[in-house]
């Protein structure tokens, strides 16, 4: 089983509405960060979470962490075409040294 | 521009062959990684690098080798040993300690047939 789990797999959501992504850890979360990445290139650092209840935003995406449920969630307001694309959580859940683990993603597409 | 380079987009070999992925950076990161992406599977490590002459196994590094002989490189290695080699691979760069804040080359799909 992963250990980072994303919902939904997939997403299609119409220019203008507001999507939620979710990422939950089945260990305990030391640092949650999120990644857009366009199909068929690489990932792109969005932001990182460290505490729990805190919130950040990148421009209109807005991601929040739930220490206690180990969960992170990502929206996004008034989607754009511009948001389409595949969103990975990644995060620390120890191990030993320190590296990313990464969730399955999401696919969002925006219709216009 | 700063960034990291991979070569080349797209890779077809037959089975049994070893092939070199190349991977370069000029952003001066210290810690260089290896991942493979595969459909509904997210992200694997295959091998990391913290500094030169140094790298480190990762979660999937059967059939895999690599080299980081310059601060700027981290060649992978896929060797007739790994025994599902068709994916996409992504080389990745982060400035020591902060190694969650990786730059993504623009990955390389092999197809092993």
């Known amino acids: 089983s992963q250990e980072l789990e994303q919902s939904p797999q997939s997403l299609i959501v119409q220019e203008g509405k507001n999507l939620t992504i979710n990422c939950t850890s089945s260990k305990t979360l030391y640092g949650l960060y999120w990644y857009k990445q366009k199909y068929g290139e690489g990932l792109i650092f969005l932001m990182m979470l460290q505490k729990g209840g805190e919130e950040k935003s990148h421009e209109k995406i807005t991601a929040k962490l739930d220490e206690k449920k180990q969960q992170s969630s990502l929206h996004i307001t008034a989607s754009q075409p511009s948001h389409a694309g595949i969103y990975l959580c990644g995060a620390d859940v120890g191990g030993g040294y320190q590296k990313v683990t990464f969730g399955t993603g999401t696919k969002l597409q925006v219709i216009p | 521009d700063g960034g990291i380079t991979q070569s080349p987009k797209y890779l077809f070999r037959k089975e049994g062959q070893n092939v070199t992925l190349s991977c370069e950076q000029n952003l001066n990161h210290d810690a260089m990684y290896w991942y493979r992406q595969d459909p509904g599977q997210g992200l694997r490590l295959i091998y990391y690098s913290q500094i030169v002459n140094d790298f480190q196994k990762g979660d999937i590094a059967e059939g895999y080798s690599v080299s980081r002989e310059k601060k700027e490189s981290f060649p992978l290695t896929v060797t007739s040993a790994q025994k599902n080699p068709t994916a996409f691979y992504l080389c990745?760069?982060?400035?020591?300690?902060?190694?969650?804040?990786?730059?993504f080359g623009p990955g390389t799909r092999l197809t092993v047939t």
């Open positions: 990745a760069s982060s400035p020591a300690p902060i190694y969650y804040e990786q730059y």
